[in-house]
């Protein structure tokens, strides 16, 4: 099963709406992670500044203050972004800040050893951004700032082709390869097993002959919508059981049954939009509907009824259904129970009609 969902994965290239999608759930779901590395870079930037303005003889200055509040408001304002796309810049801002940060504390150190520390800070920021939920031109831009900023060939007594120079020029080469390589494989990794996931709970929650939910997802649905307190007006329970359908299937062959299971659903959907419906199996569905009063779900019911009976389709069906108002205490089960009875109802007095659940009424046995 595995193994058949990943060739078919493998064979497609998920078009910009579910990478737009995956960047987007790969943000909030690392926004904290962001945070921290930017809280940490933060701590050890200052870490470094004071060991070279007061060990160094560099002197804390004003230019420090500024560069950590900046950063600090940076890492602030990374609570309040909600899309990726924004985090790009963002991260794009801080990165200008920290390089900027960095290359003053770096200042302060001893000639011959500057072009090592930017290189090591050039590897640190790197490799941190490879793992950051950026987009491909946002890790770009990262590397093209940083490598900017931090060029060791810049305000340093390296030459570009002396021993030195010529070590720097391979690490750097070795350096952007191996990041770049990362950020991209690494993504194209997330966005496989965020793709498969995507495959695999549709699979999970969508009934596949009708596209509608099926009992799983209504179940879990239904559940949380159950459990909100307090409650605007009253939630129903609908059952929904095709007439006759055996009879369909036996006198047109499984396929035009399956036809009729297609169009029923596709009615039920229209007919309850905005309300949680699903195949429960078989022939069988089920709406809940919460917020609603008695009156808003009859004229629902009629409504439901009359499309189905009057579809102008080859193969006219009928269904009946069984309601039942959710009481407070009543689990979902129960509220299910309810409403079969009541479905078994509508059965028992001729079908191709609605019944509310009253407790006079006779169970199925
Ligand atoms: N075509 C098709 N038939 C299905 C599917 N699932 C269940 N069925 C058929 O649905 C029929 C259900 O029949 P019954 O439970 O006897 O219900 P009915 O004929 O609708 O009778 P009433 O409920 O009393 O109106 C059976 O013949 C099942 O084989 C499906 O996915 N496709």
């Known amino acids: 099963m595995l193994k058949t969902i990943d060739h078919e994965i493998s064979k497609y290239a998920a078009p910009p709406a579910v990478q737009a999608e995956f960047a987007q759930h790969d943000f909030e779901k690392l926004r904290n992670f962001c945070r921290l590395t930017y809280a940490a870079s933060i701590v050890i930037w200052l870490l470094f ?6 060990k160094g003889g560099q002197g804390f200055t004003v230019l420090s203050v500024v560069f950590v509040c900046a950063m600090a408001a940076l890492t602030i304002a990374l609570g309040f972004i909600r899309k990726a796309r924004h985090f790009d810049v963002l991260n794009l801002i801080f990165v200008l800040a920290i390089t900027l940060g960095i290359r003053l504390i770096i200042f302060g150190l001893p000639a011959d050893t500057q072009p090592i520390w930017l290189i090591l800070a050039t590897s640190s920021i790197l490799y941190n951004a490879s793992v950051l939920p950026l987009s491909r031109w946002g890790f770009l831009a990262v590397v093209g700032v940083t490598w900017g900023v931090l060029n060791p060939f810049l305000m340093t007594e390296v030459q570009l082709f002396d021993l030195r ?11 952007s390869c191996l990041t770049i390589y990362s950020f991209f494989k690494l993504r ?4 496989y097993n965020y793709t498969m996931s995507k495959l695999l709970l549709t699979q999970a929650y969508i009934d596949a002959l009708t596209e509608i939910p099926n009992r799983r ?5 239904a559940t949380s919508v159950l459990a909100q307190n307090p409650r605007m007006h009253d939630h129903y329970l609908a059952m929904i059981d ?7 299937n036996d ?4 396929d035009i049954g399956d036809e009729v299971l297609k169009r029923t659903a596709a009615s039920i959907k229209a007919v ?4 949680e419906c699903a195949r429960l199996g078989g022939e069988e569905f089920a709406v809940y509907l919460s917020g609603v009063r008695r009156a808003d779900v009859e004229r629902l019911m009629a409504t439901l009824c009359s499309q189905v009976r009057n579809d102008p389709a080859a193969h006219p069906v009928t269904v009946s259904i069984g309601l039942a108002r959710v009481d407070d205490q009543d689990s979902l089960n129960q509220a299910l129970a309810k409403a079969d009875k009541a479905l078994y109802a509508s059965k028992h007095a001729g079908k191709d009609r609605f019944t509310f659940y009253r407790s006079t009424l006779t169970g199925r046995e």
């Open 217 to 221: 997802s209504f179940m879990t649905r």
């Open 188 to 191: 194209r990794v997330k966005l």
């Open 251 to 254: 006198q047109f062959g499984h």
């Open 165 to 175: 120079g010529s070590l720097i020029l391979c690490y750097f080469a070795f350096l």
């Open 242 to 248: 095709i007439d006759n359908f055996k009879r369909v």
């Open 272 to 275: 309850m939009n905005g309300y």
């Open 49 to 54: 500044d004071l060991i070279v303005s007061f």
